[in-house]
């Protein structure tokens, strides 16, 4: 069992940054492949980006390639989220995950996680 906590959302004008964290508990933390999805009101949740176990690989969305960065502390059973040049189509809620799974191909679907965050609000004013 994996309990995840995100925190570090909030209120940011267009062009500036924020830094998520997503807390785990439990000791396998370091098992599991991380990712982060977004969801705006109306719309589905999607993927933004994921990283693996050992922090190997990276996978991110097109629309946050270049602008955000995931990285992972196993020791401190946390992952962060670094999001620069921030945009209002960025606003949404931002839920971190837990997969068993490394493929991108798994990583990039809702369904190739096994835990979910409660999510934490970020909004973007033009």
């Known amino acids: 069992q994996v309990q995840l906590v995100e925190s570090g959302g909030g209120l940011v004008q267009a062009g500036g940054s924020l830094r998520l964290s997503c807390a785990a508990s439990?000791?396998?933390?370091?098992?599991?492949?991380m990712g982060w999805f977004r969801q705006a009101p109306g719309n589905e949740r999607e993927f933004v980006v994921a990283?693996?176990?050992?922090?190997?690989?990276?996978y991110y969305a097109d629309s946050v390639k270049g602008r955000f960065t995931i990285s992972r502390d196993n020791a401190k059973n946390t992952v962060y989220l670094q999001m620069n040049s921030l945009k209002p189509e960025d606003t949404a809620v931002y839920y971190c995950?837990?997969?068993?799974?490394?493929?991108?191909?798994?990583?990039?679907?809702?369904?190739?996680?096994?835990?979910w965050g409660q999510g934490t609000q970020v909004t973007v004013s033009s």
């Open positions: 995950a837990a997969s068993r799974y490394t493929a991108y191909a798994t990583l990039f679907s809702v369904r190739g996680y096994d835990y």
């Open positions: 439990g000791r396998t933390f370091s098992r599991y492949s």
């Open positions: 990283i693996t176990w050992s922090g190997g690989s990276t």
